[in-house]
């Protein structure tokens, strides 16, 4: 029986879809009766997976309700899709070729499809990603407020005032989605009780990396981006680099690093005997990173508190 791959380019109106190898295509609208016209069509293929990619959103619904008819459904990062593009010499870009692009990546790669976010993660996700935007727009209110005239000072700083109140609500909304769940709770406690993991962490980790706890060690360092990537080519060792991951939970982890080399003795000492052998600041701090982020993974994996003087 022949493999069936589907691509499905998502836009704000419209689902383009190529079906492979038969070089099927249609187009639906990105409603719910244009999901129930896409299910209807798929679902007699015996797909083998379905690839879309990941567009702000737009295409969460859509991968819901494939995953909930149970069809194998995965979301690549667009920046895969881009170079598996070049690779592939495509260089024209229309809905229906990005539609086919996705199919054959699939049928090429073969994306490993991983459990979507239940329903709770998903909401927490989407607070998480909230406070990040209300961050950022502080950040921004005040850094025009020390270059501000008189006339607009007043309007920067009742911004700036509101923004700060937002965010302390979505704060709270944030605790009170944890509180009240009982897998989230039990994380969090476990999590916030390494010295130099606070809030901003935990809720990071449960919202935007739900693996934690299920990977390997080095499993989960490759999905945040802080394992050492190879350089080398004959008989040239290039220096070891960290590349791709999950940019927002990288973020968050550097800050709770900072703060740990700080206050955590164990991951202190680890950044000491790092930094003595003669490793660069960047390279010791990311070392840590991936020291901090692996422990917890243990950690969550064994369901166990904090111990001090734990191996690094």
């Not at 244009?34 to 959103?57: C, Y």
């Not at 819901?64 to 899709?81: E, F, H, K, S, Y």
């Not at 360092?221 to 350089?231: D, F, I, S, T, W």
């Not at 680099?241 to 999950?246: S, Y």
């Amino acid at each position: 029986m022949t493999d069936v791959f589907v691509g499905i380019d998502v836009s704000k109106a419209t689902l383009d879809v190529m079906v492979l190898p038969e070089e099927r295509y249609f187009q639906v609208s990105r409603d719910e009766a244009g999901v129930e016209q896409l299910l209807a069509t798929l679902k007699p293929l015996g797909v083998t997976l379905i690839v879309l990619e990941a567009t702000g959103g737009l295409e969460r619904p859509v991968v819901m309700a494939l995953a909930a008819a149970g069809l194998q459904v995965v979301t690549i990062n667009p920046r895969q899709a881009r170079e598996f593009a070049r690779a592939t010499g495509t260089l024209a870009k229309t809905d229906a070729i990005d539609a086919k692009l996705l199919a054959r990546l699939g049928q090429v790669l073969r994306p490993q499809v991983r459990p979507l976010k239940d329903a709770e993660t998903q909401a927490l996700q989407a607070l998480a990603t909230r406070r990040s935007q209300l961050v950022e727009m502080l950040a921004m209110e005040r850094n025009r407020l020390h270059s501000a005239t008189s006339r607009v000072k007043p309007d920067i700083q009742a911004h700036i005032e509101w923004l700060s109140k937002r965010l302390k609500d979505v704060d709270d909304d944030l605790q009170r989605q944890i509180d009240t769940t009982d897998a989230f709770r039990v994380k969090d406690e476990i999590i916030r009780s390494v010295p130099g993991a606070g809030r901003v962490l935990s809720t990071t980790l449960l919202a935007s990396l739900p693996e934690l706890g299920r990977l390997n060690r080095r499993e989960i360092a490759a999905l945040v981006g802080v394992a050492p990537l190879n350089c080398d080519s004959g008989t040239m060792r290039g220096k070891r680099r960290v590349w791709g991951g999950r940019a927002a939970v990288c973020t968050v982890l550097y800050m709770a690093t900072i703060s740990a080399i700080r206050c955590n003795p164990d991951i202190r000492a680890f950044h000491e005997r790092l930094r003595a052998a003669g490793k660069q600041p960047k390279v010791a701090i990311t070392a840590c990173m991936r020291k901090l982020l692996t422990v917890l993974n243990a950690m969550v994996k064994s369901n166990s508190t904090w111990q001090s003087a734990m191996p690094c």
